[in-house]
């Protein structure tokens, strides 16, 4: 039989939009987060979330949206609220009772886009 992937493990697409759903409430919820979405198209927002974690856990989706740092250029975040953000991908995860290295597979998948997320639309690079 073939290996397990990480995308088996979380459920398939459907298992890995059940997470975003939830991560994206809880960021909606956040009072500091919460308020950067005020203008964002969430339906897409959340289906191209979903396709983005697919793919890095393995699955057959391609991420069709923009690169990271374009998507974000406009967005003020600060290291302390990407920091938050992730405390509640974590949460997100620990919901659906995932186990703690692919919680962290996941988490690093988002992680890894820390600079491109913080990036304005000033910087170089
Ligand atoms: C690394 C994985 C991520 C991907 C692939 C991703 C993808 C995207 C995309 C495609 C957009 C829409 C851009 C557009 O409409 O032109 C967006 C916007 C946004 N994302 Fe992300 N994102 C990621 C991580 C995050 C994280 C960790 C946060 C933390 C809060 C976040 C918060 C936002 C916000 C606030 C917007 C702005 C919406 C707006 O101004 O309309 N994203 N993201």
Same mark, same amino acid.
Request: aromatic share 8%.
């Given at each position: 039989?073939?290996?397990? @992937?990480?995308? %088996?493990? /979380?459920?398939?697409?459907? !298992?890995?939009?059940?997470?975003? =759903?939830?991560?994206?409430? +809880?960021?909606?919820?956040?009072?500091?987060?919460?308020?950067?979405?005020?203008?964002?198209?969430?339906?897409?927002?959340?289906? @191209?979330?979903? %396709?983005? /974690?697919?793919?890095?856990? !393995?699955?057959?989706?391609?991420? =069709?949206?923009?690169?990271? +740092?374009?998507?974000?250029?406009?967005?003020?975040?600060?290291?302390?609220?990407?920091?938050?953000?992730?405390?509640?991908?974590?949460?997100?995860? %620990?919901?659906?009772?995932?186990?703690?290295?692919?919680?962290?597979?996941?988490?690093?998948?988002?992680?890894?886009?820390?600079?491109?997320?913080?990036?304005?639309?000033?910087?170089?690079?």
């Amino acid at each position: 039989m073939a290996e397990e @992937t990480l995308y %088996d493990r /979380l459920g398939g697409r459907d !298992g890995i939009r059940a997470v975003v =759903d939830e991560f994206y409430d +809880r960021l909606l919820a956040d009072e500091d987060i919460g308020p950067l979405f005020a203008n964002a198209d969430m339906a897409q927002l959340r289906r @191209t979330q979903t %396709d983005f /974690l697919c793919e890095a856990a !393995g699955g057959p989706e391609r991420y =069709d949206g923009p690169p990271v +740092r374009e998507a974000h250029a406009h967005v003020p975040f600060t290291p302390s609220l990407i920091q938050r953000a992730i405390a509640l991908l974590y949460g997100s995860l %620990d919901a659906f009772d995932v186990a703690d290295t692919d919680a962290e597979a996941v988490v690093g998948a988002v992680a890894a886009y820390e600079t491109d997320l913080l990036a304005g639309p000033d910087d170089e690079g």
